[in-house]
């Protein structure tokens, strides 16, 4: 895994169980979009990609979380994720996992890092 760490945003941002932020990557050779939310008092962040079929979580842009807060859900299936590992709880995609970024909260700052299909944004 690379070192490099890319910032996301200000931790203070990330309310717990509230909206998450979104940021521009590149999976595979696509363009996409990761996002961090904060559940139990740690970040945790996802390719924006459900496991059943690869469309955005988000009904609102940062609207990951259902209305109890305890799992993030997908606008357009309906299958539920628990936030602390990704996986599939509930729905048409019972059992898989969305993809885990990695994820660094530091100095007030979350950041995260690229891997071999997770990478930085194209220009």
């Avoid at 490099?4 to 932020?21: F, Q, T, Y």
């Avoid at 521009?24 to 496991?51: H, I, K, M, W």
Wanted: aromatic share 10%; charged share 25%; proline share 6%.
């Amino acid at each position: 895994m690379s070192a490099e760490l890319i910032p996301i945003c200000d931790a203070s941002a990330l309310e717990e169980r509230g909206k998450g932020v979104r940021f521009p990557v590149t999976a595979g050779s696509e363009d996409a979009t990761g996002f961090v939310v904060r559940f139990n008092g740690l970040v945790q962040g996802y390719l924006n990609r459900c496991a059943h079929v690869p469309m955005e979580l988000d009904w609102n842009e940062g609207d990951f979380f259902e209305s109890s807060g305890l799992y993030l859900i997908c606008a357009t299936h309906g299958a539920v994720y628990a936030p602390e590992t990704g996986r599939c709880e509930g729905g048409p995609c019972r059992g898989r996992s969305l993809r885990r970024i990695a994820i660094t909260e530091k100095d007030n700052q979350v950041f995260w890092q690229p891997d071999e299909y997770v990478r930085p944004a194209r220009a």
